[in-house]
C-alpha cells in the first residue's frame, strides 16, 4: 500500500527543520565537538577545519542512501518497503538521517550560507517522506496482528527504555524466535520499527505528521475491535424504549465485551503508543488520549444509562453484575487512564460506578417497602406457604449470590436509615470469627421484615391452631431457604438453629391448640375411676373431636415433607398411647353394649391410619377455613 504525502512548501521547511535542529542536542554536540570562543581571534583551526569536513562529508554519506529511497525518484521506490526490503540497509538509512541531523545543527551554527546546508535540507525533506511513508505502510500492513504484548515493555502506564539516541540498535533488530510464534515475531519486529522510525522523525521536527498518521490507523483499529466486542453508541431515550429481551441482550454483550474492551484492546493500545513513542511522553499522552478517548466514554457511559433507566425489582441483579465488572476493572483503568487527559475517562467509569450502586440500594428499599406495604387478605389454602414468602426468599436468596458486590455497595453508600422495627426485634447474625458482614445485617434484616409481616397475616386466619400451623410452614420454608442457599454461609449456623427452635415452638402451639379438645376428651391418668356411662360418654366426646379435627386437617397443607412427618409423629405419640390405655380399660367394660361398634368408633390402630391423611390439602365439605389459591401480583420475584 502507498501513501499520498503532500509536498511540504520548500522555503518553510528548512526554516522548521533549523529552527529543531537548533534548539536540540546542544549539550550532547557541544560535548562532542569543539567550538570556536567568542573572543578568539582566529577564525578557524585545524580541529575546526576537521569538523567541517566531516560534516560535509556526512552529508554526502547521507545522500547516497536517502536519494536512493527517494519516494518519487523511481517506481520501485514507490511501492518498495525499506524496512521490509533490507533490515540492514533500514538501520543505515536511520544512521544517515542522525549524521545529516547532527551535520545540519554545526553548519547552522558555523556556515549557515553554506551550499551543503541547503542540500542537507532538501535530504531531509526527503528522508522525512521516505519515513512517513514506511510509518504509514508498516502500520497498515500489520494493523490485524499487530500484538502490544510483543514489545518489550511491561505494562500500561511506563514506557521502554530509551537511551536517547535515534539510532537503531543492533538487538533491537535481532528478536530471538525461540520462544515466540512467528505471528509475536513480526509483531515485535514491527513495534521495533515503528519505534525508530517516530523518535527518528520527532527528532528532526516531523512529529505532528508521524502523530497524525498513527492517530488515524490506530483509532480506526481500537473503533472496529469495539464494534467487533459488541459494543453499541446508546442513547438515553433507545435504552428507555427496550423491551426486557432486547435490553438483557445488550447488557450481556457489554458484559461479555467489558474485560476484553479493558485488558485487550486500551491497555494493549496503551503498551503500544508508550513503546513506540517512548522518546516523548507528552507525545504518548497525546496520541492514547486522541485514540481511546472517545471509544473508552462510550464504552463506561453504558452502565450509566441503564442505572438512569426505569427501575424494577429483577434489574437489581443486571446493576450489580454491570458494578461487580466495573469495580473488578477499576484499578487497571486507573492505571491504564492515569494521563491527565484521560481524566474524562475514569470520571465516566467512576460515575457509572456511584450511579450503580445508587440504583441498587434504591431498589433494596424498593423491595422492602413492598413487602411491608403487602396488603393482601387472601388466606393461603391449609396455612400453606405463602406466595411472598416463596417469591421474597427468591429474591432475598438471589442477592445472596451477590454478595461481595453487595457488600462493596453498602459499604461505599450513605448510612441506613432509621427502620421503624424496634431495635429489640432484630437479631444480628454473628459469624463464627466474630465479625459481621454488612451485607449478612441487610438480608437478615430483610428476612426479618418478611417475617413480620407474616405475623401479621396469620392473624388473618379464624382458627389460632391454623395460624401457628401457617407460621410454622412459613418459617420452616425460610429456614430450609436459608440452610440451602449461600444465606446459610452469611447469616451462620447460630441464626439458622434459632429461628428452627422457632420453627418447632409454632409446632407445638399449633397441637396444643388444634388437638386440646380431642385430649380433653379423654380421662387424665390422675383422675379417678370412671362409670360405664361415663366412660360412653368419653368415647362419644372422643369420636366427634377427632372427626372434626381430622375432617378440617384433611384440608390443611404441610408442603415440607419431613415436617409434615414430623408433626404426624408428634400428634400420635401423645395422642395414640392415652388413646390405648383408655380402649384397653373401658372396651371390656361396654362389651355387653348393643350397636358397640357405633360407640367405640377408632381402635388405636385406626388412629395411625388416619393421623396419616392429615397435611395434605384435600378439601372436604364442612371445612371451617375460608382458603384459596393466591396468584402473585408481579410485585416481586417468583
Not at 500489520?142 to 539516541?165: F, I, T
Not at 442505572?307 to 450489580?320: P, R, V
Not at 423491595?367 to 389454602?381: A, C, G, M, P, Y
Not at 400420635?572 to 362389651?591: G, I
Request: hydrophobic share 35%; with cysteine; net charge neutral.
Amino acid at each position: 500500500m502507498t501513501i499520498s504525502v503532500t509536498p511540504k512548501n520548500n522555503k518553510l521547511m528548512p526554516r522548521r527543520l533549523m529552527s529543531s535542529l537548533f534548539f536540540s542536542s546542544s549539550k550532547t554536540l557541544s560535548s562532542s565537538y569543539s567550538f570556536p570562543s567568542s573572543h578568539s581571534s582566529t577564525p578557524s583551526t585545524p580541529t575546526h577545519k576537521f569538523s567541517h569536513s566531516m560534516m560535509e562529508e556526512n552529508i554526502e554519506n547521507a545522500e547516497s542512501i536517502i536519494s536512493k529511497w527517494d519516494p518519487n525518484s523511481s517506481s520501485y521506490t514507490k511501492v518498495t518497503s525499506l524496512f521490509h526490503h533490507n533490515r540492514e540497509e533500514a538501520k543505515e538509512f536511520l544512521k544517515s538521517v542522525k549524521d545529516l541531523r547532527q551535520a545540519m545543527h554545526f553548519l547552522i551554527s558555523e556556515n549557515s550560507t553554506s551550499p551543503k546546508l541547503t542540500l542537507a535540507q532538501n535530504l531531509m525533506q526527503i528522508a522525512m517522506k521516505r519515513l512517513q511513508k514506511e510509518f504509514y505502510q508498516i502500520l497498515c500492513k500489520n494493523r490485524d496482528h499487530l500484538d502490544p504484548e510483543s514489545a518489550p515493555v511491561q505494562s500500561a502506564g511506563g514506557s521502554s527504555n530509551s537511551d536517547g539516541e535515534d539510532e537503531v540498535r543492533a538487538d533491537d533488530f535481532e528478536i530471538s524466535v525461540e520462544s515466540i510464534t512467528e505471528v509475536e515475531r513480526l509483531s515485535a519486529i514491527s513495534m521495533t520499527d515503528l519505534k525508530s522510525i517516530a523518535e527518528c522523525m520527532i527528532r528532526s521536527g516531523y512529529g505532528k505528521e508521524c502523530v497524525k498518521i498513527y492517530n488515524i490507523i490506530r483509532k480506526s483499529i481500537v473503533d472496529e475491535g469495539l464494534y467487533r466486542l459488541g459494543i453499541e453508541k446508546f442513547r438515553s431515550s433507545q435504552i428507555h424504549k427496550m423491551n426486557r429481551e432486547d435490553l438483557e441482550h445488550v447488557i450481556k454483550k457489554w458484559m461479555n465485551a467489558i474485560k476484553i474492551a479493558v485488558r485487550r484492546l486500551f491497555n494493549g493500545e496503551r503498551v503500544l503508543c508508550d513503546h513506540v513513542f517512548s522518546a516523548s511522553e507528552t507525545v504518548r499522552e497525546l496520541c492514547f488520549s486522541e485514540i481511546t478517548k472517545d471509544g473508552a466514554i462510550n464504552v463506561f457511559r453504558f452502565p450509566e444509562l441503564i442505572a438512569k433507566s426505569k427501575h424494577s425489582l429483577d434489574k437489581i441483579f443486571q446493576l450489580m453484575e454491570l458494578y461487580g465488572a466495573i469495580s473488578e476493572l477499576w484499578p487497571e483503568i486507573e492505571l491504564i487512564f492515569d494521563f491527565e487527559s484521560t481524566s474524562a475517562i475514569k470520571l465516566q467509569a467512576l460515575s457509572s460506578l456511584l450511579l450503580l450502586g445508587d440504583s441498587t440500594r434504591t431498589i433494596l428499599s424498593e423491595f422492602e417497602s413492598t413487602i411491608q406495604k403487602d396488603s393482601s387478605r387472601n388466606l393461603v389454602f391449609g396455612g400453606g406457604i405463602h406466595p411472598l414468602t416463596q417469591s421474597a426468599m427468591t429474591y432475598i436468596s438471589s442477592l445472596a449470590d451477590y454478595n461481595l458486590i453487595l457488600s462493596k455497595i453498602i459499604v461505599d453508600g450513605p448510612p441506613s436509615a432509621t427502620s421503624s422495627l424496634p431495635e429489640s426485634y432484630f437479631e444480628i447474625p454473628t459469624m463464627d470469627n466474630g465479625q459481621t458482614p454488612s451485607v449478612s445485617v441487610l438480608l437478615a434484616w430483610l428476612i426479618l421484615v418478611l417475617l413480620c409481616k407474616l405475623d401479621s397475616k396469620a392473624e388473618l386466619y379464624k382458627d389460632v391452631s391454623l395460624s401457628y400451623l401457617f407460621l410454622a410452614n412459613n418459617l420452616h420454608f425460610i429456614v430450609e431457604k436459608v440452610s440451602t442457599t449461600n444465606l446459610n454461609y452469611l447469616l451462620g449456623n447460630d441464626w439458622v438453629l434459632k429461628h428452627a427452635k422457632k420453627v418447632k415452638q409454632y409446632a407445638r402451639n399449633y397441637e396444643s391448640m388444634a388437638w386440646t379438645k380431642v385430649f380433653s376428651a379423654l380421662p387424665g391418668k390422675t383422675s379417678p375411676a370412671i362409670t360405664p356411662e361415663m366412660a360412653k360418654e368419653c368415647f362419644r366426646k372422643f369420636n366427634a373431636a377427632f372427626e372434626e379435627a381430622y375432617r378440617k386437617q384433611t384440608s390443611w397443607l404441610v408442603q415440607d415433607g419431613k415436617l409434615r412427618d414430623e408433626l404426624k409423629v408428634s400428634i400420635a405419640k401423645k395422642l395414640v398411647p392415652v388413646y390405648q390405655e383408655f380402649f384397653d380399660m373401658y372396651l371390656v367394660m361396654l362389651s355387653g353394649e348393643k350397636n358397640l361398634e357405633l360407640l367405640v368408633r377408632f381402635s388405636p390402630d385406626d388412629l395411625g391410619n388416619y393421623l396419616s391423611d392429615l397435611f395434605h390439602g384435600t378439601s372436604t365439605s364442612g371445612s371451617s377455613t375460608s382458603t384459596s389459591s393466591l396468584q402473585m401480583g408481579g410485585c416481586l420475584p417468583r
